[in-house]
C-alpha cells in the first residue's frame, strides 16, 4: 500500500485529518493518507489522476454508510477501480469503519475487512474510534495506543471537575497557553450550533467560553457536519 484515501466528512473526517497532519513526523515511511470530503468530486478527481489504484486503499468512515458526501465519494472510487483493475478487485481494495452491515453488504465490502464501534461514537470520539483507522495505519498500532493513553489521560482529568469548569479551563488554555483569542468565522450558520458541536452541549456555555473564542476555517460543507 502506497497510499489511503479516507472518505468521510465532518467527525469522520475533521479529527483524523487534524490529528494525521500533526503526527506525520511518525507517519509509516512510503505510506501516505488522503482525506476525501467535498461532494463535488474535484478532490477525488485529482487524486485519482495521481494516484495508482493497484496500491491505494480507500477507508469509507460513515456511521449510518448512508452519509451523501461520503457515499457519493465512495461509488466513484469503486468506479475508479473496477475500470482499471476489474470489478472482482473492489474487494480487496475497500474497508469500511461504519455501524450499517446491510449497507456495507450492498457496497460490497468484505466482512473481514470492516471496522465496527458503538453507535453512541461521535464527535470528539470519532477520531480515537474505528474511525481514526487511517491515523493507526499511517503512524502504527504501537503510537496510535500511545495516542489512546493520551486520550485516556485528558478523559480522567476532565473527569474531576465540573463540565462548566472544564469548558471554561479548555477556554482558557486555547487563549492563554496556546495564543489563540480570534473571533468565530464559520462560512454558513450558527455561531452557537457550531460553538455547541465544537466544544460540548450546552451547559453555560456562553459563560465557560468567557468571550474566548476559536476560529473556524473548513469549507461550509464540513461545517454542516
Known amino acids: 500500500i502506497s497510499d489511503i484515501l479516507n472518505f468521510g466528512i465532518g467527525g469522520s473526517a475533521l479529527g483524523p485529518l487534524m490529528v494525521t497532519e500533526t503526527m506525520r513526523p511518525y507517519k509509516v515511511p512510503h505510506l501516505e493518507v488522503h482525506f ?20 491505494t486503499l480507500v477507508v469509507v468512515c460513515s456511521k449510518t454508510f448512508t452519509t451523501i458526501e461520503t457515499m457519493t465519494n465512495a461509488n ?67 503510537a496510535f495506543h500511545e495516542f489512546l493513553g493520551g486520550f485516556r489521560t485528558m478523559d480522567e482529568m476532565i473527569g474531576h471537575v465540573e463540565a ?34 465544537s466544544v460540548g452541549q450546552d451547559h453555560g456555555l456562553d459563560e465557560a467560553l468567557d468571550q474566548e473564542l476559536i476560529r473556524l476555517a473548513q469549507p461550509a460543507i464540513q461545517d454542516g457536519h
Open 76 to 142: 466513484s472510487a469503486r468506479d475508479w477501480v473496477a475500470d482499471h483493475l476489474g470489478h472482482a478487485a473492489i474487494g480487496d481494495h475497500f474497508v469500511a469503519a461504519s455501524t450499517n452491515h446491510e449497507a456495507m453488504d450492498a457496497f460490497g465490502i468484505r466482512h473481514q475487512y470492516r471496522f465496527g464501534f458503538w453507535d453512541w461514537v461521535g464527535g470528539r470520539y470519532s477520531v480515537d474510534s474505528a474511525i481514526g483507522l487511517s491515523l493507526m495505519i499511517q503512524i502504527g498500532p504501537d
Open 164 to 197: 462548566l469548569d472544564a469548558r471554561r479551563a479548555i477556554a482558557h488554555w486555547k487563549a492563554s497557553g496556546l495564543d489563540i483569542s480570534p473571533i468565530l468565522a464559520v462560512p454558513q450558520n450558527p455561531y452557537r450550533q457550531t460553538m455547541v458541536q
Open 36 to 55: 476525501v470530503s467535498n461532494v463535488d468530486g474535484t478532490q477525488f478527481v485529482d487524486l485519482a489522476a495521481r494516484l495508482d489504484t493497484e496500491t
